[in-house]
């Protein structure tokens, strides 16, 4: 088992910057992956960011491709996503995500992650 806890989120005006961060604890040990995503009210779940196991390999929805940086630091179990230049359309419930199998592959598959936070808030206003 591995518990997750998103914090970071709030409100910020367009153009701004926040940095989410996910605190990961329980089975650490293990090699994972881990990943971004999003769910903005009425709409699905989508795919933001992913890294795997080393930080070799990150991959990017086009929507922030550019702007949002992911990064891990493995030594304190603890994900990244630094959010530059926001826009009111990246309003959402932020989640970050861990993938045990596929561990060097930075995955955007949400059916391929094990493990889920409960996500944090991120408003950006016009």
């Known amino acids: 088992q591995v518990q997750l806890v998103e914090s970071g989120g709030g409100l910020v005006q367009a153009g701004g910057s926040l940095r989410l961060s996910c605190a990961a604890s329980?089975?650490?040990?293990?090699?994972?992956?881990m990943g971004w995503f999003r769910q903005a009210p009425g709409k699905e779940r989508e795919f933001v960011a992913a890294?795997?196991?080393?930080?070799?390999?990150?991959d990017y929805a086009d929507s922030v491709k550019g702007r949002f940086t992911i990064s891990r630091d493995n030594a304190k179990n603890t994900l990244y996503l630094q959010m530059n230049s926001l826009k009111p359309e990246d309003t959402a419930v932020y989640y970050c995500a861990v993938e045990m199998l596929r561990w060097n592959i930075a995955t955007r598959r949400e059916a391929d992650y094990d493990y889920w936070g409960q996500g944090t808030q991120v408003t950006v206003s016009s």
């Open positions: 329980g089975r650490t040990s293990s090699r994972y992956a």
């Open positions: 890294i795997n196991w080393s930080g070799s390999s990150t």
